[in-house]
């Protein structure tokens, strides 16, 4: 197979061109991919044509699957690995999660063990909106000012389901699984596992700091959000049908932007990697 990796963004995405539509490839390649996404975060593939079996066995190359039990109604049936993002019905009824991943963050981080990887699937996309932006957390790690490096070293956030739930999802009512979540404290400053570099962690689901004052770890919090999703750190993807993204929970952010969903239809399918705890970065 003849496949090429194309930088999207400097050193932030890379579109991999000329691989099998339904992603079954050998070892080999396999492992170019693998350190593809190391490199660069997040992978574009274009042109997919992936059944279920087909998106949960790449997927689970990268490591064991999750499943979303806190969303378990809107799993698929023969692939309860699969999640249906989407704002079509049948016969009245929701088929997928509707409105999903709207505000940044990254996938679990208000779990004890957040997410590794998403690998998100188009298979109707609307003509307009709809769009996915994406932070490198990496980027803006560095780019942080030192007096503010020195203020997260060594420290952890909390990051809350409960509370914040009614924050980030007004119009979704809390299930009994968000509310037995305990909150989790990560670090701030995280090292991946396998790259060794270190991301700037916090999102939605971010609260307090540890060992500040309430007052001063919500203004923190607030000011390295904002300071995560700075335009030179972020990429928008216009989704065509048949486009699946990889991407990397633990040195990146992504959100989901709005679309008229009482007019079109969007319907995506995404597998989730299961995570390890969250590293933190020493020096």
């Known amino acids: 197979m003849t496949m090429a990796f194309q930088p999207i963004q400097g050193s932030f995405g890379i579109e991999v061109a000329g691989a099998p539509p339904d992603l079954d490839m050998d070892e080999a390649d396999f492992r170019r991919i693998e350190a593809a996404w190391y490199r660069g975060s997040f992978l574009l593939f274009r042109g997919l044509t992936m059944t279920p079996a087909q998106h949960v066995a790449f997927t689970r190359r990268f490591g064991p ?17 699969v999640l249906v993002v989407s704002n079509v019905e049948d016969g009245g009824r929701a088929v997928g999660l509707k409105r999903a991943g709207w505000g940044w963050h990254s996938d679990g981080e208000d779990k004890p063990l957040p997410n590794a990887g998403s690998f998100l699937y188009a298979l109707e996309v609307p003509p307009e909106g709809g769009d996915t ?32 739930h009614h924050i980030n999802y007004p119009h979704l009512e809390m299930n009994d699984v968000h509310r037995r979540t305990p909150d989790s404290w990560h670090p701030i400053a995280r090292r991946h596992p396998l790259t060794g570099r270190t991301a700037l962690y ?19 919090i607030d000011q390295l959000k904002n300071f995560a999703v700075r335009p030179e750190f972020v990429y928008r993807h216009r989704w065509r049908v048949g486009d699946a993204i990889l991407w990397d929970n633990r040195c990146m952010q992504h959100c989901a932007t709005e679309f008229d969903d009482a007019r079109y239809r ?6 989730t990697i299961e995570g390890e705890p969250p590293q933190l970065a020493v020096g």
Do not use: K
């Open 65 to 81: 699957l999750h499943v979303l039990v806190e969303q378990a109604a809107f799993n698929l049936a023969d692939h309860p690995e």
């Open 133 to 164: 932006l994406f932070a490198d957390c990496y980027a803006a790690y560095a780019a942080l000012a030192d007096d503010v490096r020195r203020r997260i070293a060594g420290r952890r956030a909390c990051f809350s389901r409960v509370r914040m």
């Open 202 to 220: 916090v999102g939605r689901w971010a609260v307090e700091i540890e060992g500040m004052a309430a007052a001063d770890g919500e203004a923190l």
């Open 266 to 271: 969007r319907l995506m399918y995404r597998t």
